[in-house]
């Protein structure tokens, strides 16, 4: 399944996109920075955190669980990781930067960003980091 196929997916996905609001034409054709994109971006910070909060909720709830043991490092490892790189995220869309490839710098397409929300990284780019 391409790329496409999978974002066109997600934006029929009414719980996902609750008015129908964004269609990957409608996103292509936004100017970066102009205030359509800007309340795409809002919108984005809004999934993001969604995700934030339940990554959260599962680490406390796994430590209110299993009371003798603590996390395995791996879950430790995997919940703060992705913590760690949901809230780079939220930094970039705080100073603008986000939407941009922070290795090189290109635009991430609007394809990625509709399916990884927190993608800090093109295409390329996480194909060799
Ligand atoms: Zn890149």
Same mark, same amino acid.
């Given at each position: 399944m391409s790329l496409q196929t999978n974002a066109n997916i997600f934006i029929n996905n009414r719980s996902m996109?609750?008015?129908?609001?964004?269609?990957?034409? $409608?996103i292509e054709k936004m100017k970066r920075g102009s205030?359509?994109?800007l309340e795409f971006v809002n919108w984005q910070e809004k999934?993001? #955190?969604? #995700?934030?909060s339940r990554y959260n909720s599962i680490k406390i709830a796994k430590e209110q669980l299993d009371e003798r043991k603590d996390l395995?490092?791996?879950? #430790?490892?995997?919940?703060? $990781?992705? $913590?760690?790189?949901l809230f780079e995220a939220i930094e970039r869309i705080?100073?603008? $930067?986000?939407?941009?490839c922070k290795y090189c710098g290109i635009e991430i397409t609007v394809e990625r960003l509709f399916?990884?929300?927190?993608?800090?990284? *093109?295409?390329? *780019?996480?194909?060799t980091k």
């Open positions: 996109n609750p008015k129908g609001k964004y269609n990957l034409t $409608s205030p359509e994109w999934r993001i #955190r969604e #995700r934030l395995t490092p791996y879950q #430790r490892y995997k919940i703060e $990781s992705v $913590s760690k790189f705080k100073n603008g $930067s986000y939407g941009y399916l990884v929300p927190a993608a800090l990284q *093109c295409v390329a *780019c996480d194909n």
